[in-house]
Nanobody, 114 residues
Framework: QVQLVESGGGLVQPGGSLRLSCATSGNIFRFYVMGWYRQAPGKQRELVAD???????NYADSVKGRFTISRDNAKNTVYLQMNSLKPEDTAVYYC????????WGQGTQVTVSS
């Protein structure tokens, strides 16, 4: 079980950028595939991006070319660099393992609006 604390969200204009961080606990973090998920009001939670312990990445088509997931195993932290943000990116963003673990963090709100 990993404890998850997301941060870095906020209000940004379309076309802007944000960098999200996910601080995790436990020495086994480095062994997990980690993902960023998001959930907008009235919509299902979706997987945005994931990264293996070795650094291989995958992205949802909706964010491909705009978002970059990375990790720093020494800091037990996962990041999501979000560029060229669109209003459709507005959601609460969460990190978790793949497949998801039982417990979720509080998430961090990302709002893209002019």
């Amino acid at each position: 079980q990993v404890q998850l604390v997301e941060s870095g969200g906020g209000l940004v204009q379309p076309g802007g950028s944000l960098r999200l961080s996910c601080a995790t606990s436990g020495n086994i973090f480095r062994f997990y595939v980690m993902g960023w998920y998001r959930q907008a009001p009235g919509k299902q939670r979706e997987l945005v991006a994931d990264i293996t312990s070795g650094g291989s990445t995958n992205y949802a088509d909706s964010v491909k070319g705009r978002f970059t997931i990375s990790r720093d195993n020494a800091k037990n932290t996962v990041y999501l660099q979000m560029n060229s943000l669109k209003p459709e990116d507005t959601a609460v963003y969460y990190c978790n393992t793949l497949p998801v673990g039982e417990y979720w963090g509080q998430g961090t709100q990302v709002t893209v609006s002019s």
